[in-house]
């Protein structure tokens, strides 16, 4: 019990915000311009993870984007979009 009371304490939070960003977020260049971040091929978001994010807030998004797919986590962003 102490274990899991523990592991469950130094789980990082993370910020719903930046879910709901992905979807209203638009990329804005390149040949993927214009459409939304939750949107872009998998493949895109892995020659970023290759070749690095951009900085700042778009950098981070993409990296979201891209962790979610890695891991499978799609599911909460249609969770948020059915709830808007």
Do not use: C
Request: net charge positive.
């Amino acid at each position: 019990m102490y274990f899991k009371k523990h592991m469950a304490e130094e789980l990082p939070q993370g910020n719903p915000d930046v879910l709901k960003e992905l979807l209203i977020y638009k990329m804005p260049f390149g040949k993927y311009k214009d459409r939304l971040i939750k949107e872009l091929p998998v493949s895109y978001l892995e020659w970023f993870a290759q070749k690095g994010f951009p900085p700042g807030k778009l950098g981070m998004l993409l990296q979201t984007m891209y962790e979610i797919r890695l891991n499978g986590l799609e599911y909460l962003l249609h969770g948020l979009k059915n709830k808007r």
